[in-house]
């Protein structure tokens, strides 16, 4: 008994199969991270501090007649996003470039006689380029995080860093930021403008289907990086 597989017929139901196979693995993961614990964490115990014999210890002081300004580990600052970046460029070039060039060989003719009378060399050249191009980009951004100083420097600078995530309807929107914030420039409140930060650090992405449809396949991605044309 004998049995005959048709090639043409299964490679038909395999093309058929595979993309609701790929369609039934994908999965939407769009929910917020929110942290796994319910309750306040554990209060790690202060590292205690050097003995001098003083009753005032200005390694853990804060001042009692003005506000409580962040200047600790774990302290919270409020960061005012107010971020616009324009640039604009333009470029105009022209070059030219005329040649030409006309002599004879008389030695030539002299050599050989008149059969070679009168030959010369002639020569014509031209070259010419021009080029024109221009861009430009503007970016703005505005919002408000409260970060939590992470660090806090030698020279009393504070390492700030935060996040904050926002779903609605599975879609995901993320905000981080970081940067080093000078005392000096935390308002009443802790409040700090973006633009006051040293090395800030601004990242805004969002996942969801809006963000599915805004990305290139990855198929198109493929012919994109390795064809030529």
Same mark, same amino acid.
């Given at each position: 008994?004998?049995?005959?597989?048709?090639?043409?017929?299964?490679?038909?139901?395999?093309?058929?199969?595979?993309?609701?196979?790929?369609?039934?693995?994908?999965?939407?993961?769009?929910?917020?991270?929110?942290?796994?614990?319910?309750?306040?964490?554990?209060?790690?115990?202060?590292?205690?501090?050097?003995?001098?014999?003083?009753?005032?210890?200005?390694?853990?002081?804060?001042?009692?007649?003005?506000?409580?300004?962040?200047?600790?580990?774990?302290?919270?600052?409020?960061?005012?996003?107010?971020?616009?970046?324009?640039?604009?460029?333009?470029?105009?070039?022209?070059?030219?470039?005329?040649?030409?060039?006309?002599?004879?060989?008389?030695?030539?003719?002299?050599?050989?006689?008149?059969?070679?009378?009168?030959?010369?060399?002639?020569?014509?050249?031209?070259?010419?380029?021009?080029?024109?191009?221009?861009?430009?980009? %503007?970016?703005?951004?505005?919002?408000? $995080?409260?970060?939590?100083?992470? *660090?806090?420097? &030698?020279? /009393?600078? !504070?390492?700030?860093?935060?996040?904050?995530?926002?779903?609605?309807?599975?879609?995901?929107?993320?905000?981080?930021?970081?940067?080093?914030?000078?005392?000096?420039?935390?308002?009443?409140? %802790?409040?700090?403008?973006?633009?006051? $930060?040293?090395?800030?650090?601004? *990242?805004?992405? &969002?996942? /969801?289907? !809006?963000?599915?449809?805004?990305?290139?396949?990855?198929?198109?991605?493929?012919?994109?990086?390795?064809?030529?044309?």
């Amino acid at each position: 008994m004998m049995m005959t597989i048709h090639s043409p017929t299964w490679i038909k139901v395999l093309l058929l199969i595979t993309p609701c196979w790929l369609a039934g693995c994908y999965h939407l993961d769009s929910k917020v991270d929110v942290l796994p614990q319910k309750t306040a964490r554990p209060i790690t115990p202060a590292t205690p501090a050097l003995a001098t014999g003083s009753i005032y210890a200005d390694s853990n002081s804060r001042p009692l007649f003005e506000d409580r300004r962040a200047r600790f580990v774990g302290d919270t600052i409020t960061v005012n996003l107010s971020e616009r970046i324009t640039s604009s460029q333009s470029t105009n070039t022209k070059t030219s470039k005329t040649s030409s060039m006309d002599t004879s060989i008389p030695l030539i003719s002299k050599f050989w006689g008149k059969s070679f009378q009168g030959l010369g060399i002639t020569a014509d050249g031209s070259n010419k380029f021009e080029g024109t191009g221009q861009t430009g980009n %503007n970016n703005l951004f505005n919002g408000t $995080i409260t970060t939590t100083v992470i *660090e806090v420097l &030698g020279n /009393g600078n !504070l390492i700030v860093s935060g996040e904050k995530q926002i779903g609605i309807n599975g879609e995901v929107e993320t905000l981080r930021f970081s940067g080093v914030v000078n005392p000096l420039n935390v308002l009443a409140g %802790n409040i700090v403008s973006s633009t006051l $930060i040293a090395d800030a650090r601004l *990242e805004y992405y &969002g996942r /969801g289907a !809006l963000d599915d449809t805004q990305r290139m396949g990855w198929l198109q991605r493929f012919f994109n990086t390795f064809l030529p044309f």
